[in-house]
Each structure stands twice: as structure tokens, then as C-alpha cells.
């Protein structure tokens, strides 16, 4: 028969186990992480109507979309996980609490262009708090304990969460008599890390007309640096000049306030007034999460307030406040970077059984013990000589190999290997699998993520 | 603005958040229960091309497969799990262990015709072990046990695992010189309850041209019945007339024989020579399960034992053996039926604290302390009446409500409500994370799943 070659569309990841067992321990800690905070997970179709997802219309999306037919009907897979959730919200409105609070973890599509590190299919990590008609700010505050949460339980320490409110930097705006040009200006100073303080003033000037004053001002009002009650203090200054600016004070202010009560060092937070979240979409708070020492990685974790979450489907007000993590990119980056935790287990079992003799009712029974303690069992019964057995056993990179022969039986034990130190005892089933399961038990708190 | 209905594609499950707390506890027995045999758990690409998914090619995959076109690819969704494991292995062959253990929970698309309880898009949860070159046959007695683990950790004690070897029948068959109509005849015996026997003779003789003698021979054959031991005895009978049934006899017997010291009771498990499965796919044990107070629901778990997993992509043969569940159709059924536990906890936290003061510190801090502890919290800072806050939290269902006003916070207490009894404590915040955490310790052991 002719042969298909096996391949993998390009720009779709697909791990081997061990890979796969880190992401998938990195996903837990997120969907465990989020879930404390009393997230309900949600899961919607990957399809959707076309007129759906295309409700907004335009830009990149439209173009980038997977779209097609299958009989009558016009579909598209989701792009990302916040237009299914407006759709939801306004679809099951009567039967949902509000404020309704809500985590996803899923996969989304994007028919990018195929290049390293970029990916048509990969995994966001969402949650997003949703009002019925307005929305307490202390939401708001809450966002950075739970992304605090997250990165701390996955392994890390030096990262920030910096935080801005485009209400602020609107009524700043407005202040220049600018707000016409606030969007454009603002995607403008979102580019002050990657092209520089002098390119973005050429931006401003030559592409925007601004006057170099005002180009001066802006520049001079995002360089406000230093700790939270610095720049808080410093924004005091612009207070009583514009309704928008104090309103988007006074909410950066409560953030910040609550933020020691829900358990966020200020050391893991920035008050940082360029960011701004390149997105018309938002109206309030904005985050990025960035990781210190690689700044080049950009944020890990963004979102920020919305007015407005269904308004293509509903005339009702549903404010609210969210943020994702790519979590497919994070992990190809966190991979390059060389820090994922190589000690975390990534053996398919806790323990090999290989059995030593022809009939395995022993090593069956055995098995069946081991897995009724809740030990991940694997039990090896090709008909392979010694060394094979092994060389599966160091593939597999099982912490333990429990060897069942004649003579073990006739003793009513086990040599019990540890694979890591080569050391080889025998003990009763019962020891051996307490011994396994305290092993076990002690790679639990291993963080999947290494600071490098 | 105009607004677009939102609606959610028919034949697309989408469930409401108590119910999707239910699968996603359903789904994690299955998954933490699939992975207890060492079954190292994959995530492949929704997505493959056309020509690999379509490599076999013809019936009604064909018709149903979701396929389209982006740029220059030809795409599919995939329509199961098996083809994207043959070309994962394929694929990767290089880099994993032989006999190589994977289980998958993953959707899958069908473009079937939409009527009540079908499902285009829709979770397969499958395990599968494939050897390179050879499978040994104690692999095939293991699946039942795992099956046995999944059902009765669902909560289901009546359900059976039934069991039977292509070997025999196609032996069995090749006795009666029908060897070249035999994928007709176990298509036909397979639909014996569906249509009964004289069904099944009147097709036999009308349609495939048996002599009654012949018919009457193969419905003696598959009425055999009783214990195990029985009806494996009745198949020693047939021995030494055929090679193909004697070693599918043999295969047979070593299944039942390990089946004890895996742990499934004799009350779960029948051989049953009705088992065909419709799939020529299927070579060696075939499996199904069911609900014995519920046969209308059909097979639960399926699959069987297969030579050659990969043919379309390598010349290697990589034979082995798996199951599958068909999940959204089982959840969909099940709810249907009423056999939900409507006991196990669906509210997204364990604990909503409701504020009585403007100033939210205490209570923020009060929730970072019981998140700490584990358990997952809700703070509910709305503006709202104090009706208005306590019908949120019925329709929540949180167990436990925390009330934290002046008094409560000058006293150093919390008034703690349980929402089911309606009994109302004033406790230290250190006393109520210790009920609540009680409380959700004791739910965990709730099975999912109740025989009614």
C-alpha cells in the first residue's frame, strides 16, 4: 500500500508525553489557581456561527479566521474565548448569577502566518467577572491577586504586574485637548519599550501633528516613575481638571489600596502609566504581566476593563473585567528559555512492574494493589529479554521498578529499584508501595516553572 | 445598533455552570482513572490535513467529516481520536517506548444529522496500548479492568462488561465454509437485540444466501450463554477444527483467567459471543458496556483489539488495543435519565462572604485567608440589598455564606451561614475555613453518578 506521510499542519503544536505532562501541570495550576477565586470553568463549542464571531467585524480578525461551510450553515472557529462568552452571557442571560464570574481554559484559532513560536491553534486561559448593569471596582482589584496566584504557584518570583486605568490617561488627554486623538496616541506610547522615547515623539509629531509640547507633555507624564504612592501621588497633581482623570484616580487608587489585603506584594506591582492595552476595548483598569528577567518575552498575562461586553447581541449593560494568558506561546517561550522545571515527573507512572516469570498472576495482583493506593501502575508484560525491559524503563523514566520473580514470590516480596539512585532492596509489596507513594507525594510541590 | 441573536449551533452541547461542574467531575474520574494504569495522557491538534484524516478514505467519515480549505491547505476536523494516534505514532515513533500507553479526552466533529441527543461536536475519552511489532494478549485483559475503575468510581455498580475474540467468531465461521460472508454475518448477528432473532435469520437466509442449516448454527453458536466458565467450556467444544478460533479461544481464556486479580468481579464481566462490533477495524477482543437497568442507552465503552494501528503512514505494524467513550452522548444521557447526583456540589465556590460595610479591608482579607486554606471564595462587593445579595447566593448554591459587618469585626468573628440547614454561627475566621473545609472534604467522595 502506498503510504501517507505522517506530518503535523505547521503551526499547530502537538507534544511529546513528557512535554505534554509539564503543559498539562502548568494548565492545573491555572485552572486550580483561577477556580479558587470562585471562577466557574465554562467549555463552548470551538464552532460557532460566523455572524457570531464576525459580529464586531473588520481588522485582523476577518482575515484571520477560520471559516467555512458545511451544508447551509456559515461557520468559523473561535479566535478567542471572549466573543463566545458574550455570546453566552447574553444566549443564557435569565439563568446566570450575576456578577457572574467565569474561568476557560481552551483552544482558539488564528490563521497567522506560520513562523517559530507563532501558532494557528493555541490555548488561552481566561477569566472574566461580568456585572449586570454596573460593576464594583474592588473586581478590579481583585484581578492581580489572581494572577499573582497563578505565576507564584507555577515557580516564579520576579515578575510584576503593572497595571494603568485608560480613564486616567483619556482624561489626561482630554486635558490636551486630545481626545480625538487618544487612541492613536495611546497605541503610540504602547510602543515606548519596543522603538524608544524619540520614536515615539517622531510619531507624534510628524505622524499624529502634534506639537512638540504636547508631544513633551505626554512623554513627560508617562516617564512618572518610582513606587505605587509615587506615582499615585504625582497623578494628584492633575487632579480637578478633568471628571474622567478623577474618576480613573480614584479607581487605580482603590486597586492599589486592596491589593496588600488580597495578598499582593508590592514588590509584584507597578503602577506603570504606559501601558495602555493597544485595544479600543478597554475602559478602565488594563494589565500586563511581565516576567523580569525576560522582558523580551512582552506580557504573559493581559486584560484589563470593558464597558461593555455584549452589545452586539444584547441592549443590556454588562461591564466587566478580565484577562488571558496565551497560554500555548508562554509555554513554547518558557521552553527556549530553558525554564521549565526538569524535575517535575513527566513518567506516564509512578511505578513499572516487570514480572520475572512466564505466568503474571502475581505481578497482576500486584499491579492491582499498587493502583488501589493510588499509585500510577504501569505493568510490562512483552515477551522482551532483560535489558529491553529496562531500556523501556529508563524511556519511560519511571521513578521505580518493582522486579517479580520466582524467588520474590517465594518470599512474599519485591526488589524495589529506585531508576534515580540505582538503589535496589526488597521489601513487601505494602513497604514498596509506601515508600513509592512517599516519593510521589514529595514531587507534588515541585513547581513547573524554574527561574533562570 | 443592530443586534444578532446570539444562539449556539444546534448539535453543539453547551452547558449551563452547575451542569458543567458535573462533566468536568465525570471527566476527571476519567481521566485520573485512565492514568492510575500509566496511560501518559496526549493533546493533538484539532485540526490535521485532509489527507492524513482521509487517508482510509470512503463511507461515512467521508460524509461527515468537517472539511474546508485556508490558504492553500486542504483541513479537517478530526472525526475521531484513533487517526490522529496513528499518525502521532507514526510520526513520532522514534522518540516514545514501545508498548506505548496513551489515553486522550478530547472533542471530536461529525457533521451527522442533527436530532435530539446526537452531537456534532462531542468529547471522546479513549486509552489505547500499542506495541511495536507484537502486543502481548495480558494487555487485553487489562482493559476490562480499567473500564471496571472508570464505571464504578462514576458511581455505577450495575453495569457489565461485555466481551468477546473476532478470532472465534471468524473461526467459527471459517468451520462453516462462510468465511468470505462473515463480515456480513457479524454485522447482522451484532443487531440480534435491536431486531431479535428471527430478524437476524430472515436476513441471513434472504439476504446473505445462508442455508438454514448454516443460520440455524450461528444463532445456536451465539445463544450460547451463562458464567463465564460455562460458556468458555461450551467453546472448547469447537476446538482443534480451526487454528483461528483455537487461538482466539486461547486469547479469550487468558483474558478471563487475569480478569480477578485485576480486581473486576465475575458480576461485571461476561464473555458474550453477540459481540461483534460493526467495525472490520477490530481483529482480535472486542468490548462493550453496559448499563444493565438501562440497555435502551446502548454500549457506554467500546473498542477492542486491533494488528495494525498505522497502515495508512508506515509499514511498521503497531497492533493494539483500546477503548473509547463517547462522552457527551453518555452525559446527555444520563441527565436524560435522571441519574445525575444532584448532591455533588456545583456552586463555583465553597463560600461567598457578603461585606456589611463600605470599606471592604476585613473582608478582603478575610478571603485571601480562606483562598490560602484552600478553599475556593467568592467576595461579593455589588452595591446591592441585602435581599438581592442573598438571593445570589441561592442561586449560586454555595454551601456556606460568611457575613462580615461592624459588629462581626469589632467582635473578631464571622457570622457564618450554612445555606442548606440555615443554621447561623458566629465563628472565628479560623473555626469557619475549618466547617467549610470539613464540609468540602466530606462532599469529594460524592460519585457523580446515581443507579436510579
Not at 529506585?418 to 507534588?444: C, H, P, R, Y
Amino acid at each position: 500500500m502506498e503510504k501517507i506521510k505522517p506530518r503535523t499542519l505547521s503551526g499547530f503544536m502537538e507534544l511529546l508525553p513528557p512535554a505534554q505532562m509539564q503543559m498539562d501541570r502548568i494548565m492545573d495550576i491555572i485552572r486550580t489557581s483561577y477556580e479558587l477565586y470562585g471562577y466557574t470553568p465554562l467549555d463552548t463549542p470551538l464552532i460557532e456561527a460566523s455572524e457570531i464571531l464576525l459580529a464586531k467585524g473588520g481588522g485582523e480578525t476577518e482575515k484571520q479566521i477560520y471559516r467555512f461551510t458545511k451544508g447551509d450553515s456559515d461557520l468559523s472557529l473561535r479566535f478567542d474565548l471572549t466573543v463566545p462568552l458574550a455570546k453566552y452571557v447574553s444566549l443564557h442571560y435569565a439563568e446566570l448569577a450575576f456578577p457572574f464570574k467565569r474561568c476557560q481554559i481552551g483552544k482558539v484559532y488564528r490563521g497567522e502566518r506560520a513562523q517559530r513560536g507563532r501558532f494557528r491553534e493555541f490555548y488561552q486561559a481566561d477569566v472574566d467577572v461580568i456585572g449586570d448593569g454596573a460593576l464594583d471596582i474592588t473586581n478590579d482589584a481583585e484581578i492581580p491577586a489572581i494572577i499573582y496566584t497563578v505565576f507564584s504557584r507555577l515557580g516564579l518570583k520576579r515578575f510584576q504586574i503593572r497595571i494603568n486605568n485608560r480613564k486616567i490617561l483619556n482624561g489626561f488627554y482630554a486635558m490636551l485637548g486630545l481626545s480625538e486623538k487618544s487612541g492613536d496616541i495611546m497605541r503610540t506610547v504602547d510602543k515606548l519599550e519596543k522603538i524608544g522615547k524619540d520614536g515615539v515623539r517622531a510619531i507624534l509629531v510628524d505622524d499624529l501633528s502634534l506639537s512638540a509640547a504636547q508631544a513633551d507633555e505626554i512623554l513627560g507624564f508617562t516617564a512618572i516613575r518610582g513606587t505605587n504612592g509615587k506615582v499615585l501621588a504625582a497623578l494628584d497633581g492633575y487632579r480637578g481638571r478633568n471628571e474622567t482623570f478623577d474618576q480613573g484616580l480614584d479607581e487605580l487608587r482603590t486597586v492599589a489600596r486592596y491589593l496588600d489585603g488580597f495578598g499582593v506584594p508590592e514588590t509584584n506591582f507597578a503602577v506603570d502609566l504606559t501601558i495602555a492595552r493597544g485595544l479600543d476595548y478597554y475602559t478602565g483598569t488594563v494589565y500586563e504581566t511581565t516576567l523580569l528577567d525576560h522582558p523580551e518575552i512582552g506580557s504573559v498575562c493581559s486584560g484589563g476593563r470593558y464597558d461593555n461586553l455584549a452589545e452586539y447581541y444584547t441592549d443590556r449593560q454588562l461591564p466587566g473585567v478580565g484577562i488571558s494568558i496565551g497560554l500555548t506561546r508562554l509555554f513554547y517561550v518558557l521552553g527556549e528559555q530553558g525554564m521549565l522545571n526538569g524535575d517535575v515527573p513527566t513518567a506516564p507512572a509512578d511505578v513499572l512492574i516487570l514480572p520475572m516469570t512466564e505466568d503474571f498472576s502475581d505481578a497482576v495482583a500486584l499491579a492491582t494493589m499498587l493502583r488501589g493506593r493510588g499509585l500510577r501502575t504501569q505493568l510490562y508484560t512483552e515477551a522482551k529479554k532483560f535489558k529491553a525491559k529496562m531500556s523501556y524503563a529508563d524511556k519511560l523514566g519511571v521513578p521505580f521498578v518493582l522486579f517479580l520473580g520466582e524467588d520474590e514470590i517465594a518470599n512474599g516480596v519485591v526488589t524495589c529499584k529506585n531508576m534515580k539512585t540505582g538503589e535496589q532492596e526488597k521489601l513487601s509489596g505494602a513497604d514498596a508501595a509506601e515508600k513509592i507513594a512517599a516519593f510521589v507525594e514529595s514531587q507534588k510541590q515541585l513547581a513547573p516553572i524554574l527561574e533562570v
